[in-house]
Structure formats: structure tokens, C-alpha cells
């Protein structure tokens, strides 16, 4: 009988928002789009000197990102700022490449994984994060990691305390910051124009309130 045995690893579980009605209504430019989306994204994995640590596992709009730890907080530490690192690329990219959003959580627990099962709390963790606690179009972290986490340029409390990915931040210079948050704006205008639904709403309005305090910071 084959047995299947957990250890931890980082695991970060995303859901790519509002794909339900393009996979309804338009399944196949979405298709070509995800698929431009996920090949640019695995080939930013493979630049990695040691990709072949990192799982990923997509189905429809979701995907699970993985990589295994040790006990050590030294290696934990880094793995996690690695997996923030490819999550906030991913997020970027998927603003520039299809105009879409994501929401998702990032955990450190027990995990089994190949090529075609998956299984263990962490799983199970994550998601929870992403459905539950996550709420808006943010990524984040679990807050038992906080010790571990210690300082990331690329991470933001948010106020309702939880720790989030400020992927904003992947902009670089004066040129990128102005087309990538007049993208973002143009995002958010352009489904709160036509939106009813008052959740979703909610929603687009942090947007708005992140990129208004990102600006403040940064600009």
C-alpha cells in the first residue's frame, strides 16, 4: 500500500477574480489569455537556480503555489519571502496581461504534493484564507507568521491587521508607476461603472483606497 507523507511547506492558494463570467460568457479568449498569463509565469519560475523546489498547480481560476521548508526559521523565512516574491510578480502580471485581480492567502504547514495529488492542512489553511479573511483583491499572510516574516518591502498592514502583498510596489521607475496605476484606476472605474452588486463594490473601493495610499507613500 502507498503512503503518502506530509511535510511543511509554503503554500500559497490564489483565486483569479471574476473568471466565473468570462468562463461562462467568453471560456475561450479567457483561455488564451490565462494561458499567456500562466506561461509567463512559469518561465519566470524556471530563471530560478532552484525552480525545480517550487510546484504549481493551476485548475480553471485557481492556483496553488508551493514550495517544502525545513524547521529552520532561517529557511523558512526565505522560502516565504520567495514565494511572496513570485505571488506579487504573478499579481503584477496578471494586472498587465489581462486586466484582472486576484485574491489569496499564504501559510507555512503540512503538505503532500505530486504530480497529481495534493492533500494536507496547509492546503486546507490557505484556502480558508483566500475564501474567508482575505475578502478584498489582496494576498495575505497568515499572521501566526509574523515573527518569521520580520521585515518585507513588499509586504503592508492593512487596517484590519492583516498583513498583505503590496504588489504595487513591483514598479520601478516615474514611467512604470504612472502606467501601471492609471491601469489599476482604469480597472476599478471600469467595473464600478456598470456594478450593482454592493459586495463587489466594497470591494473595488479598497482597491481604490490602496492605490490612493500607495500614491501618498511612494509618489
Known amino acids: 500500500m502507498e503512503t503518502y507523507e506530509l511535510s511543511k511547506h509554503v503554500v500559497a492558494y490564489i483565486d483569479l477574480l471574476g473568471m466565473k463570467k468570462f468562463i461562462k460568457h467568453k471560456a475561450n479568449g479567457l483561455a488564451l489569455t490565462m494561458h499567456d498569463v500562466y506561461t509567463l509565469f512559469n518561465e519566470l519560475v524556471s530563471r530560478l537556480p532552484d525552480h525545480a523546489e517550487i510546484k504549481v498547480k493551476i485548475f480553471s481560476d485557481n492556483i496553488i503555489i508551493t514550495r ?11 522560502n516565504l519571502h520567495q514565494i511572496i516574491g513570485l505571488v506579487e510578480a504573478f499579481q503584477y502580471l496578471l494586472l498587465y496581461r489581462s486586466r484582472s485581480l486576484m485574491r489569496g492567502g499564504i501559510v507555512i504547514g503540512e503538505l503532500y504534493i505530486d504530480d497529481v495529488f495534493t492533500i494536507g492542512q496547509a492546503l486546507v489553511d490557505a484556502y480558508y484564507m483566500e475564501d474567508k479573511l482575505a475578502i478584498y483583491p489582496r494576498v495575505i499572510i497568515d499572521s501566526s507568521l509574523s515573527p518569521i516574516i520580520q521585515s518585507n518591502a513588499h509586504t503592508l498592514i492593512d487596517t484590519d491587521g492583516l498583513r498583505y502583498i503590496d504588489f504595487l510596489s513591483m514598479a520601478g521607475d516615474e514611467k512604470t508607476k504612472i502606467e501601471v496605476l492609471s491601469l489599476y484606476e482604469d480597472i476599478i472605474q471600469s467595473v464600478l461603472s456598470t456594478e450593482s452588486d454592493k459586495r463587489v463594490i466594497q470591494k473595488l473601493k479598497w482597491c481604490e483606497a490602496y492605490r490612493h495610499a500607495w500614491i501618498q507613500k511612494h509618489c
Open 68 to 78: 517544502r521548508v525545513t524547521e529552520s526559521i532561517e529557511n523558512q523565512r526565505a
